[in-house]
């Protein structure tokens, strides 16, 4: 089956500490992104991918970090200088191709910080 | 700056009734759109889109409508059924291709009673 896989699904970090959310694609696209949902609001943009080894900065970035070493795999570092961390985050996938399709998402993160 | 709205936090219908949902936007170098339905602590499932040339697509019970001119854009789902329940988001994409993001609205939470 091909998809997206977000890993874990709940996770819990103590205040100061970074933390490191999985995604991965099995269905060859090229280009990945982190979105975030807060209660009452849309998902916004964190970070975004379009090819291997380079990423750009979404509308909300401040306090996150990303890496895109391998085409199947973006996984967001939220820091301790992400004021309000705790949210639903959302990984999702286009395919490299001109042309407008949907993108793909997965099941979710829930972070919480106590 | 609020580039895709949805004014509507909540619509509640009765089964076999229609929904519509609305949605507006700002940003002029959109020209694809698209509907994702979401349940709680789940990822974003796509429904249907539109690219700007048009002004409606049908999908089975789903029909989507674009009136570039007011910038609006509204969901049907006919006739609506209790599974249906759930979060609807629209979004706003620009460039004409499969790369680039997403902008989403806040999104709006159907109840469809049996």
């Known amino acids: 089956d091909g998809g997206i896989t977000q890993s874990p699904k709940y996770l819990f970090r103590k205040e100061g500490q970074n933390v490191t959310l999985s995604c991965e694609q099995n269905?060859?696209?090229?280009?990945m992104y982190w979105y975030r949902q807060d209660p009452g609001q849309g998902l916004r943009l964190i970070y975004y991918?379009?090819?291997?080894?380079?990423?750009q900065k979404g509308d909300i970035a401040e306090g996150y970090s990303v890496s895109r070493e391998k085409k199947e795999s973006f996984p967001l570092t939220v820091t301790s200088a992400q004021k309000n961390p705790t949210a639903f985050y959302l990984c999702?996938?286009?395919?490299?191709?001109?042309?407008?399709?949907?993108?793909?998402f997965g099941q979710g993160t829930r972070l919480t910080v106590v | 700056d609020q580039q895709v709205k949805q004014n509507s936090p909540s619509l509640s219908v009765q089964e076999g009734r229609i929904s519509i949902l609305n949605c507006d936007y700002t940003?002029?170098?959109?020209?694809?759109f698209l509907w994702y339905k979401k349940y709680p602590a789940e990822g974003p499932t796509f429904l249907i889109s539109?690219?700007?040339?048009?002004d409606k697509n049908e999908d089975g019970r789903f029909t989507v409508f674009l009136n570039k001119s007011a910038k609006h854009l509204s969901l049907h789902i006919v006739p609506s059924q209790p599974g249906d329940s759930a979060v609807y988001f629209c979004?706003?994409?620009?460039?004409?291709?499969?790369?680039?993001?997403?902008?989403f609205g806040q999104g709006t939470i159907l109840t469809v009673h049996p």
């Open positions: 999702a996938s286009t395919p490299g191709q001109v042309g407008n399709t949907e993108a793909f």
């Open positions: 269905l060859n696209h090229d280009a």
């Open positions: 991918s379009q090819i291997v080894n380079d990423f």
């Open positions: 940003n002029s170098m959109f020209d694809y």
């Open positions: 539109i690219s700007s040339i048009k």
């Open positions: 979004a706003g994409k620009a460039g004409g291709t499969s790369y680039g993001k997403l902008t």
